[in-house]
């Protein structure tokens, strides 16, 4: 069974929300890509839009948009996602994963597009609540 965190960001409030989000609702997201945008039902959140921005996988690697597929690779990249170098023009060849979720990702990060009629915090807490 697929369970991933779900890190999602409010940029009205400056803040972030981790949502852990497991069955059919996790497999639901499993071949999105990141920039696709995805109903909030998937993370608890009706009547919310969110759109896909990164991730992590369950080593750490960091998602990058422009690798295609769900593959691990080593690539020589300058300063960009997975890479912040100390001087001006460094390169350094890294391992990255693929823009696609599958079963080997731990963390999505989502940012929010279109906002619905409850506020996220009351929608987090009546999910703890059902969960005790």
Do not use: C
Not at 10 to 26: E, F, M, N, R
Not at 31 to 54: A, C, H, Q, R
Not at 62 to 67: A, I, K, N
């Amino acid at each position: 069974m697929v369970e991933f965190k779900v890190v999602v960001n409010d940029a009205k409030q400056g803040k972030s929300y981790q949502i852990p989000v497991s069955g059919h609702h996790a497999n639901a997201l499993v071949g999105k890509k990141i920039g696709d945008e995805v109903d909030g039902i998937f993370v608890s959140l009706p009547g919310y839009k969110l759109i896909i921005t990164g991730g992590t996988d369950k080593d750490g690697f960091p998602m990058r948009p422009d690798l295609p597929g769900a593959i691990k690779k080593r690539i020589l990249i300058t300063k960009s996602i997975g890479f912040k170098p100390d001087r001006k023009g460094k390169r350094k060849k890294k391992t990255l994963r693929g823009n696609t979720i599958n079963q080997d990702i731990v963390q999505i990060n989502m940012k929010i597009t279109k906002y619905g009629a409850k506020a996220i915090e009351e929608l987090i807490s009546a999910k703890k609540e059902e969960e005790k």
